[in-house]
């Protein structure tokens, strides 16, 4: 903490200022949160009891929800209790704790993202080799490597916005701790530091994106050779969630880290990043279960189990 001004806490701006949006607000993130919670907690439920759900596919989507529910978890809880107190402080430490974890786990979530697609290139184009190449092994360690490389990314930029310094302002324009907004009032040089941002996001997003890319290059290529036309799409529908998260997620990265300078303005910035703590989490279960056909027969098969298990201990 050396070099710091007498500033021991924040305060976070939020989204508005007007009472009535507040509320509807509230609502919205509520409802989204537990569903989010409610449906990622699902996800990691049926890929943990049931028999089926324990190839490699499944054991990325279940660590993707483990993902989700932490990401949205890390920005959602604190700003609910910020709109319904009114109390937008947030002290010096714990700005910079909520910080770490929302680049960790937004970080960890591109690898992951990249290693799922990795996953469905071997499954499409070597299928014959699928068991051997993706080994239980083989899937926690590429689960330890995304973790690893995520937290080989972040702390550089991290280290260095710990010790700036802010002098006249301590109102970040942001519901949550959010590096541009935290830039923007510091009164330090930070040219050096947007810079390592920049290069660190840049990094992340090009190496996932071309090993996504790559992959589904080789699939598509592979499905087109497929004789029938019922094959191909059995193909395409096993990558068919995959894809849209992805399309998702990158889509949005786009619009909060394509621009020049961490002094420009951030509210289509912060309207992008309330989507993507809240919506996307909220979404990804529902897209991975409708369109998968082993999540929802195994959905339903513990539906049953449930019902069952209920009239017996009624009747008893």
Not at 47 to 56: A, E, F, I
Not at 92 to 106: S, T
Request: with cysteine.
């Amino acid at each position: 903490m050396r070099n710091h001004t007498a500033i021991t806490a924040f305060i976070l701006q939020g989204l508005t200022e007007d009472p009535q949006l507040r509320v509807l607000l509230f609502i919205f993130l509520f409802i989204t949160y537990v569903f989010s919670v409610t449906g990622n907690l699902t996800i990691i439920t049926l890929t943990s009891v049931d028999s089926h759900l324990k190839t490699p596919m499944y054991v990325f989507l279940q660590n993707f929800s483990v993902l989700e529910i932490s990401f949205t978890t890390a920005c959602i809880p604190r700003f609910l209790y910020s709109i319904s107190t009114g109390d937008r402080k947030i002290t010096y430490n714990a700005c910079f704790i909520q910080l770490f974890f929302i680049d960790l786990f937004g970080v960890t979530e591109f690898f992951l993202l990249a290693t799922m697609s990795y996953d469905r290139y071997v499954a499409i184009c070597k299928p014959l080799h699928y068991m051997t190449i993706m080994s239980n092994k083989v899937c926690k360690t590429m689960i330890i490597c995304c973790w690893m490389a995520a937290l080989t990314i972040i702390l550089p930029p991290l280290s260095l916005e710990f010790h700036l310094e802010f002098c006249d302002s301590n109102v970040i324009d942001h519901f949550a701790c959010d590096a541009n907004p935290i830039l923007k009032i510091s009164c330090s040089d930070t040219r050096l530091i947007e810079q390592i941002v920049i290069a660190c996001a840049a990094l992340t997003f090009i190496t996932t994106l071309v090993c996504v890319v790559l992959s589904y290059m080789y699939i598509l290529k592979t499905i087109l050779k497929f004789p029938s036309v019922q094959q191909r799409k059995k193909s395409l529908s096993t990558c068919s969630s995959h894809m849209i998260v992805v399309s998702i997620t990158y889509g949005s990265c786009i619009f909060i880290y394509i621009k020049e300078s961490a002094k420009e303005e951030v509210n289509i910035n912060k309207g992008v990043s309330v989507l993507i703590s809240s919506i996307s989490p909220m979404l990804n279960p529902f897209i991975y279960t409708l369109r998968n056909k082993q999540v929802k027969q195994a959905f339903n098969d513990s539906l049953k189990k449930t019902c069952i298990s209920l009239e017996t201990v009624k009747y008893t």
